[in-house]
């Protein structure tokens, strides 16, 4: 799905990533490239997945895998070569997640830190859980599964949770009802992603994304409506955040 890896793309881009590498099923590299100048594409096919993706796991600073992947040839084997060969901190969203249900076990074979960013339906998939037990236990059981599969769980929502392995919690208050919207959680992830690869400790990266992603939404809804918010406003909104500060 383009418009998801865009999303993915524009999160980072938000964020002032100074240099990304974006990989993509052949289908959709033309409307990504069109739209997206200055990004080094890796477009792969059904044989190649293999030889394109495998060096850039080596090369690179943090991963995000998972957004808009449900129709991707061979994810299941992708998402293994990420967890079995990555050095760096890897997010994993939406399909990524559907992947670990009753799969859980594979997130053992991760040699790096793993961030998972489930909604609560998400969560209560790839945790075994109801949901009204997860909604009426958030903290709990977010630390609850942090702790068994040593990651980082991004539990999405109003007050989004971030709870590490070792009982670090984080709860945001930034955001609003302009982000419970298709989407939104895919430029978060390129968000997360791009700070990540810029900030030495991992669980502080994850938490300023998570803040700055509902901050943004306050202040774009300043001007704007809740209603037709537009995930696109992301790029103006954060270059008006880094000229104030006089970045």
Not at 71 to 76: A, L, Q
Not at 95 to 124: C, D, K, M
Not at 154 to 181: D, F, H, M, R
Request: glycine fraction near 8%; charged fraction near 15%.
């Amino acid at each position: 799905m383009a418009g998801a890896a865009g999303l993915n793309i524009l999160g980072a881009e938000t964020v002032g990533i100074p240099y990304l590498h974006a990989a993509m099923p052949e289908e959709i590299y033309a409307p990504l490239a069109s739209r997206f100048l200055t990004p080094v594409m890796h477009p792969f096919g059904h044989e190649s997945w293999y030889e394109v993706l495998e060096p850039l796991i080596h090369q690179a600073t943090a991963i995000g895998f998972g957004s808009g992947a449900v129709y991707m040839d061979h994810k299941s084997q992708i998402l293994d070569l990420i967890l079995q060969n990555s050095k760096v901190p890897v997010v994993l969203d939406a399909e990524a997640l559907r992947l670990l249900q009753h799969n859980t076990y594979i997130l053992r074979f991760a040699s790096a830190p793993v961030i998972l960013t489930p909604h609560i339906g998400e969560f209560s998939a790839i945790s075994n859980l109801p949901e009204d037990a997860i909604r009426d236990n958030r903290l709990r059981t977010a630390l609850g599964f942090a702790s068994d599969y040593k990651v980082i769980v991004v539990l999405k929502g109003p007050n989004t949770i971030v709870a590490s392995p070792s009982g670090e919690v984080y709860i945001n208050q930034t955001g609003n009802q302009a982000l419970a919207q298709a989407g939104s959680g895919d430029v978060l992830t390129g968000m997360m992603t791009a700070m990540l690869a810029m900030t030495r400790d991992v669980f502080t990266a994850v938490c300023m994304a998570v803040w700055l992603h509902g901050y943004l939404a306050e202040l774009g809804t300043e001007n704007h409506s809740m209603q037709n918010f537009r995930l696109e406003a992301y790029l103006e909104l954060m270059d008006e955040l880094f000229r104030k500060h006089g970045f």
